[in-house]
């Protein structure tokens, strides 16, 4: 399907794709106050961009709380972004310094790493709480 739509060969190796995946993972979940603060920061935007297609004060006000959600959510999948293209970077410096098979492997080392890291500072954030 995706052939009769173009009209050239678009190879996507499926390591690569893994890789990037991986290493994308491992710093949104090792940068996670990171990613919450870049969410907050597009949700704003979004939140500010919107009120400028609205002439009515009372039609704004009267479709806040969705549009809000709506943005959110919609933040939520941005946010992602930043994080892919640092993993694409990573994955391309540990293909180019270590191979293929090499960028794959740290990118699930880092994965798992990331997510002890990730488990323990919110476990020491819960006990800080309580």
Do not use: C, H, K
């Not at 798992?112 to 819960?126: F, K, M, P, S, T």
């Amino acid at each position: 399907m995706l052939r009769d739509l173009l009209s050239f060969r678009l190879a996507i190796d499926p390591t690569t794709v893994a890789s990037v995946g991986l290493w994308a993972l491992a710093l949104y979940l090792g940068f996670s106050p990171v990613s919450d603060w870049v969410m907050e920061q597009i949700s704003r935007w979004l939140n500010f961009a919107e009120r400028s297609l609205y002439t009515s004060q009372a039609e704004f006000e009267r479709t806040r709380i969705a549009r809000e959600a709506q943005n959110s959510f919609y933040a939520s999948l941005l946010s992602v972004v930043p994080f892919v293209l640092a993993g694409w970077g990573l994955s391309y410096l540990s293909d180019i310094s270590l191979g293929r098979s090499w960028s794959v492997s740290m990118g699930i080392v880092s994965v798992i790493g990331a997510a002890v890291y990730e488990l323990g500072r919110r476990d020491g954030q819960a006990s800080d709480e309580e």
